[in-house]
């Protein structure tokens, strides 16, 4: 009944007068015009359209009815990649990264790292994939087939864990030193470290990782041992 007043507020459907006993007496017209403004308005037809449609001739009903169909057609659509994309939210990185990243982010948190660090590597992977596409799913590919050695799992542990130390922690000098093996062992190391040797324009790879991980006083200064280490290295190597 709600319905009906409304329609009647509308202006779509015709109030009849009530007669002595108070009642209002609704001819078959009036039962047929509910039925369509009731069909027409469980399509979806707005009521305005509707009441256009109640005076439109069976031609020009056909034609509008034609339209309202291709309106709704397009509105599933977009609904329907609409529901593509939130769909898309449940893979997680995968909406955003390459399939080679995504599953190189897994494996991180598979092996312990700590959500914090993912979350690190994801937001620069994300940056550098977006500049390097190509080069970053095949760095991407190199550090995660490299990943299955546990030592490398180990360090990568480790290394999370020295988020937390003091810059003056002794353990850095003897992970330093473990960095250097693997990375003789391996193109990628934990820290990030160089993709620059294989683009053209390597300075922004530096600066995307600067600007996206939280580097801590213990890991700059891991850094700053890793680079004395190699640099004593190269200079041996050269006499």
């Given at each position: ?23 209002r007496?609704?001819t078959a017209?009036d ?25 439109a001739?069976?031609e020009?009903f ?29 893979a ?9 990243i995504a599953?190189?982010?897994d ?12 979350q ?5 992977w ?13 760095w ?17 542990r480790?290394?999370d ?6 810059p003056a ?9 473990t ?6 062992r ?8 160089s ?5 053209d ?10 600007q996206t991980?939280?580097?801590?006083p ?7 041992l ?14």
């Amino acid at each position: 009944m709600r319905a009906i007043r409304h329609y009647h507020q509308r202006g779509l459907l015709t109030e009849p007068e009530r007669d002595a006993s108070g009642y209002r007496r609704y001819t078959a017209d009036d039962v047929i015009a509910l039925i369509r403004i009731r069909t027409l308005a469980d399509a979806g037809v707005p009521l305005a359209r509707i009441e256009e449609l109640l005076g439109a001739g069976p031609e020009e009903f056909s034609g509008a009815i034609a339209q309202i169909d291709k309106a709704l057609i397009g509105r599933i659509r977009d609904l329907q990649e609409q529901r593509r994309r939130v769909s898309g939210l449940v893979a997680g990185d995968r909406l955003f990264l390459p399939a080679e990243i995504a599953e190189l982010l897994d494996r991180l948190r598979a092996i312990g790292v700590s959500p914090r660090t993912v979350q690190s590597e994801r937001d620069a992977w994300i940056l550098l994939a977006g500049r390097h596409r190509e080069a970053a799913r095949r760095w991407a590919a190199e550090k995660l087939v490299a990943l299955a050695d546990p030592e490398l799992q180990q360090v990568y542990r480790v290394y999370d864990e020295a988020f937390d130390w003091d810059p003056a922690d002794p353990r850095l000098e003897a992970l330093a030193d473990t960095i250097l093996t693997l990375t003789g062992r391996y193109s990628a190391d934990p820290g990030g470290a160089s993709l620059e040797q294989t683009l053209d324009d390597p300075v922004p790879i530096v600066q995307l990782w600067s600007q996206t991980i939280v580097r801590p006083p213990a890991w700059e200064r891991l850094d700053e041992l890793c680079q004395e280490k190699a640099t004593a290295i190269g200079a041996l190597t050269t006499e």
